[in-house]
């Protein structure tokens, strides 16, 4: 059984672009959120997708977006790359109220 | 300002003594948390949760305790083995139950 995959797992990107991260969530699971883990720090959540919609958002600036498809897998998007960006992304599912989050293993984003 | 803290980066025991993590939040309003566990170049794992209805939820080696008036739990690994060396996040999920706040972290290191 497939946990969450996420592509590509390493990408540099040069400041002022534009990145797009994607997210297959563990089989059965409805709802994918995505996290933001700088260096030294723990995760922090960006924003949850339920039913193809953005349920919560964290405090995260307009430039990070997302969308979340028909079959659940999800991406992330974030513009006008800031060197401040580069982290650990994490993508997180789970089935409805159901708090047991699986993790996926992350990408990690340079910034140059 | 963090809502959840782990004071203390790094911690290292024998194998076959016992590990005490330790985890403070400041929000009265939590009331579900979560452990989970992180090996570099993984995501993070599920371990152990707890409701804040229980001061005391126990799976096999992994113990978590919680005092609410205190707003403190801790994580108590026995016995501890090299392969329990790796991050442990403390989490709290949010009262809308969309979101889990992590702590920093602490780095657990069992020698043999």
């Known amino acids: 059984d497939a946990g969450v995959t996420q592509s590509p797992t390493h990408l540099i990107k040069t400041r002022g672009q534009q990145v797009t991260l994607r997210c297959s969530p563990k089989?059965?699971?409805?709802?994918v959120s995505w996290y933001q883990q700088a260096l030294g720090q723990g995760p922090q959540f960006i924003f949850q997708y339920y039913e193809e919609e953005e349920r919560q958002r964290g405090n995260f600036p307009d430039r990070f977006s997302g969308h979340q498809f028909p079959n659940y897998s999800s991406e992330l998007n974030v513009n006008a790359l800031l060197l401040g960006d580069s982290a650990l992304y994490l993508c997180?599912?789970?089935?409805?109220?159901?708090?047991?989050?699986?993790f996926g293993s992350g990408t990690r984003l340079t910034v140059v | 300002d963090q809502q959840v803290k782990q004071n203390s980066p790094s911690l290292s025991v024998q194998e076959g003594r016992i590990s005490i993590l330790n985890c403070d939040y400041t929000n009265s309003m939590f009331d579900y948390f979560l452990w989970y566990k992180k090996y570099p170049a993984e995501g993070p794992t599920f371990l152990i949760s707890i409701s804040s209805i229980k001061d005391k939820n126990e799976d096999g080696r992994f113990t978590v305790f919680l005092n609410k008036s205190a707003k403190h739990l801790s994580l108590h690994i026995v016995p501890s083995q090299p392969g329990d060396s790796a991050v442990y996040f403390c989490a709290a999920l949010n009262q809308a139950g969309t979101a889990l706040i992590f702590g920093k972290g602490t780095t657990l290191s069992v020698s043999s």
């Open positions: 089989s059965g699971h409805d709802t």
């Open positions: 997180a599912s789970n089935q409805g109220g159901i708090y047991g989050y699986t």
